[in-house]
C-alpha cells in the first residue's frame, strides 16, 4: 500500500539556522510529491511540488526539496529558518491514476527568536 | 481556477447526533474529490475520495459515510456521532486531467467539529 512518512516530528531551531525535514514515501510506480505548511490558526499551503524534471524543485519563502527516486525520499530544505517559519509541515504523494494524495504524520517547527 | 465552499467552519455536536458536512467545487468539471480530517496531534488522513458521481472509496473503516449527488458536491454524513470523530475535515479537488500535469490540489477552509 502506498504511504508516506516523515522522521521528524517535531523540531526545535533557532532563526538563521538550517533546515532539512525527512520525507519518505513508498510506491513502486509514479508518484507526484508535495509538501505543504499550515501555519498556526491558517489553512494548508503549498510550498512546492514535484512531478517531472528536475528533481530539486524550489517552492516559495526560500523553501526547496530534492526528489531521490533511488532512495523514495522527497526532503525539505532551506538554508536559513526564520521566527515566521514556525507552523506545521506535510509531506504528501500522489500515487496512482486516482491521484489520491496521502500525507505524512506531520512536522512541528519551532523556531526560536 | 477551483474554488472550494465548506461548511460550517465550526460545529459542536452532542455524542449520537447526525452529521452532514457540505463541500462543494466551483471552477472546474468532473474533479476527483476527497475528505481528509485532522485528528488533534496527528497528521492529516484520507477518508474518502471519489472519482465521480455516486462513486466513492473508503480508505479507512469508521463511523463516517460520503455521498457525492453532483458532479461538484460531496458531503461527509453520519448517523450518530461518537466522541472519537471530532477533528478537523477537510474537502480537497483535484481536477480529473490532473495526472502528470502542473494541475494541484485545492483545500477548502476546513470544518472543526467537535462532539461533546
Known amino acids: 500500500a502506498q504511504s508516506v512518512s516523515q522522521h521528524n516530528h517535531h523540531v526545535i531551531l533557532s532563526e538563521a539556522a538550517s533546515l532539512e525535514l525527512g520525507c519518505n514515501y513508498s510506491?513502486?510506480?509514479?508518484?507526484?510529491l508535495f509538501w505543504y505548511v499550515q501555519y498556526p490558526g491558517q489553512h494548508l499551503q503549498l510550498l512546492l511540488k514535484?512531478?517531472?524534471?528536475?528533481?530539486l524543485v524550489k517552492g516559495i519563502k526560500g523553501f526547496e526539496a530534492e526528489f531521490i527516486k533511488s532512495k523514495f525520499s522527497f526532503n525539505l530544505r532551506k538554508p536559513s529558518v526564520q521566527w515566521s517559519d514556525t507552523a506545521e509541515y506535510f509531506c504528501?504523494?500522489?500515487?496512482?491514476?486516482?491521484?489520491?494524495?496521502?500525507f505524512g504524520q506531520g512536522t512541528t517547527l519551532q523556531v526560536k527568536p | 481556477s477551483q474554488t472550494i465552499h465548506q461548511w460550517p467552519a465550526t460545529l459542536v455536536q452532542p455524542v449520537g447526533s447526525p452529521l452532514s458536512l457540505e463541500c462543494t467545487v466551483e471552477?472546474?468539471?468532473?474533479?476527483?474529490l476527497y475528505w481528509y480530517r485532522q485528528a488533534a496531534g496527528r497528521g492529516l488522513q484520507l477518508l474518502f475520495y471519489?472519482?465521480?458521481?455516486?462513486?466513492i472509496s473508503s480508505e479507512v473503516p469508521q463511523n463516517l459515510s460520503a455521498s457525492r449527488p453532483q458532479d461538484r458536491q460531496f458531503i461527509l454524513s453520519s448517523k450518530k456521532l461518537l466522541l472519537s470523530d471530532s477533528g478537523f475535515y477537510l474537502c480537497?479537488?483535484?481536477?480529473?486531467?490532473?495526472?502528470?500535469?502542473?494541475?494541484?490540489?485545492?483545500f477548502g477552509s476546513g470544518t472543526r467539529l467537535t462532539v461533546v
Open positions: 480537497a479537488s483535484r481536477p480529473l486531467n490532473a495526472a502528470g500535469s502542473s494541475y494541484g490540489y485545492t
Open positions: 510506491y513502486g510506480g509514479t508518484v507526484n
Open positions: 514535484y512531478f517531472s524534471g528536475d528533481p
Open positions: 504528501a504523494g500522489a500515487f496512482g491514476n486516482t491521484g489520491k494524495l496521502i
Open positions: 471552477g472546474t468539471s468532473n474533479p476527483n
Open positions: 471519489s472519482v465521480g458521481i455516486g462513486q
